[in-house]
T-cell receptor, first 114, second 110 residues
Framework: GNSVTQMEGPVTLSEEAFLTINCTYT??????LFWYVQYPGEGLQLLLK?????DKGSNKGFEATYRKETTSFHLEKGSVQVSDSAVYFC?????????????FGRGTQLTVWP | SQTIHQWPATLVQPVGSPLSLECTVE??????LYWYRQAAGRGLQLLFY??????ISSEVPQNLSASRPQDRQFILSSKKLLLSDSGFYLC?????????FGPGTRLTVL
């Protein structure tokens, strides 16, 4: 079946620190992988995506590389800002899915202090 | 461009009362639609999805139901709310392998 496991939070960092949020997955076929971000009190926004092995998704300084050999899609940012404080969700859509159903990790709360 | 609306934004309801949350999508036709719930401190749980008018699939047995009376309208309902129904309810639609979320409804059951 399809599932996503991401590192437990919360994660607390100082501004300009390096961020890594680990995400691993189990999936049938060749899934598409996503990171969503949820700012306080808001819905989810797509942050970045990768649809095949070795693809790197990037947006707003965040990056994640689709690693098929390790079934991972870790989120990284070289220098976080206070405005990056949010909950981050790793997710996948199973390969060959016509429904487009997303499978989410439990989310990781990130807090960045000035 | 496509937009997705949810209302109300927040709702406080007593236990045993009915519920109706509405979601509408603009700028697209025949979208796949989804209802998720996010309980406090937990991840997202898919509740229902719909691939067309009148077509509803339930993921988790519960006292909630969903309906899709129009192509771009998705409604989440309950006849009698439970305390455990409290949470943040998100509607989403998908196209070409991407899923887009509405702003959510914060439901508190007292």
């Amino acid at each position: 079946g399809n599932s996503v496991t991401q590192m437990e939070g919360p994660v607390t960092l100082s501004e300009e620190a390096f961020l890594t949020i680990n995400c691993t997955y189990t999936a049938t076929g060749y899934p598409s992988l996503f990171w969503y971000v949820q700012y306080p009190g808001e819905g989810l926004q797509l942050l970045l995506k990768a649809t095949k092995a070795d693809d790197k998704g990037s947006n707003k300084g965040f990056e994640a590389t689709y690693r098929k050999e390790t079934t991972s899609f870790h989120l990284e940012k070289g220098s976080v800002q206070v405005s990056d404080s949010a909950v981050y969700f790793c997710a996948l859509i199973g390969g060959g899915s016509t429904l487009g159903r997303l499978y989410f990790g439990r989310g990781t709360q990130l807090t960045v202090w000035p | 461009s496509q937009t997705i609306h949810q209302w109300p934004a927040t709702l406080v309801q007593p236990v045993g009362s009915p519920l109706s949350l509405e979601c509408t999508v603009e700028g697209t036709s025949n979208p796949n639609l989804y209802w998720y719930r996010q309980a406090a401190g937990r991840g997202l749980q898919l509740l229902f999805y719909s691939v067309g008018i009148g077509q509803i699939s339930s993921e988790v047995p519960q006292n909630l139901s969903a309906s899709r009376p129009q192509d771009r309208q998705f409604i989440l309902s309950s006849k009698k709310l439970l305390l455990s129904d409290s949470g943040f309810y998100l509607c989403a639609w998908s196209t070409q392998g991407l899923q887009f979320f509405g702003p959510g409804t914060r439901l508190t059951v007292l």
